[in-house]
């Protein structure tokens, strides 16, 4: 199978918001959610800087919300699918920050005094359909190809799973993460019982009549139906490539056992044309002796 190669990157330009960022423009909500997943208590927004890149993307990819306080940079992101490639993309995006805090704080990286840099955190808020544990750690040295024994890099993502029934303690002090997670819920589950665009309008209708982001709704109805529209056909491109990987891999193995299937029988015939017992031929060639008088008797 042949690989494709990019020379360089791919650009995007046209980037659609997700209703998680959205959401967490906001000074007031993001700090809500800045103070419930670090147990904090700022009540200013003002305090708040948020330092999510704008602009072009890179592989498709962009961070949905970070931002600063104290030093402390936060990068936040929501997903709808497990993905073990969060440190990597992490990595990426405090990589960009990082360079665009020391340009406009005029920091020299050449000094002789050590330049101090903000402590990054790295949270997924997960609220898939795939069974995850309630938190979950997803480190950066799990993707290194070489064992060497030694860890010299790492960058750790804690992934939260927001569903029902999980991290509620967390939820309760953010109330917007808990309705945030309650319309997404609804959203799937009226997609088990009528067409998308017919659940989204239900879902949104219902949320407003509950009280449930009634506020943010109705100021961006509109928009909020487009945008799970979109987060709809972006989850469904990423389960049909995730399939098609699957069958992709399948065919790929029963090649590969097919081809291991004929080498093996070639060496049994050629070791048994030799004047070898049965028994001699499974001890060398570490098989089962059935397998190989189903071969040659």
Do not use: W
């Not at 509620?168 to 819920?185: D, I, V």
């Not at 070639?266 to 049965?278: I, T």
């Amino acid at each position: 199978m042949k690989r494709k190669i990019r020379t360089k990157p791919v650009v995007i330009r046209n980037y659609r918001d997700t209703l998680f960022r959205m959401l967490y423009k906001d000074k007031r909500r993001l700090l809500s959610l800045f103070n419930a997943v670090n147990e904090t208590c700022y009540d200013d927004p003002d305090d708040l800087s948020i330092t999510t890149l704008e602009g072009v993307l890179y592989l498709g990819m962009k961070n949905d919300v970070s931002c600063m306080i104290d030093m402390m940079m936060q990068l936040y992101e929501h997903q709808s699918t497990v993905n073990p490639n969060m440190p990597l993309r992490n990595l990426f995006y405090v990589s960009d920050l990082l360079q665009k805090y020391i340009y406009e704080e005029g920091l020299d990286i050449y000094s002789r005094k050590q330049i101090k840099i903000p402590t990054p955190k790295f949270v997924v808020f997960y609220n898939g359909e795939e069974e995850q544990p309630e938190r979950k750690e997803i480190r950066l040295s799990n993707a290194f190809a070489a064992n060497t024994g030694e860890t010299n890099m790492e960058l750790v993502v804690l992934q939260l799973n927001i569903n029902k029934g999980k991290n509620e303690e967390l939820k309760e002090t953010c109330q917007t993460l808990q309705e945030y997670a309650e319309f997404t819920e609804r959203v799937r589950d009226h997609r088990k019982e009528m067409p998308r665009e017919d659940a989204i309008r239900t879902t949104i209708d219902e949320c407003i009549r509950d009280g449930i982001l009634k506020d943010f709704l109705l100021k961006n109805k509109a928009e909020v139906y487009h945008m799970c529209l979109y987060e709809f056909d972006a989850e469904l491109h990423e389960r049909v490539l995730r399939k098609e990987e699957r069958e992709e891999g399948l065919q790929e193995g029963r090649r590969q056992g097919r081809q291991e299937a004929r080498t093996l029988a070639k060496r049994v015939f050629k070791a048994y044309l030799s004047g070898k017992s049965p028994e001699v031929i499974a001890q060398e060639l570490d098989v089962p002796l059935e397998e190989v008088e189903d071969l040659v008797m």
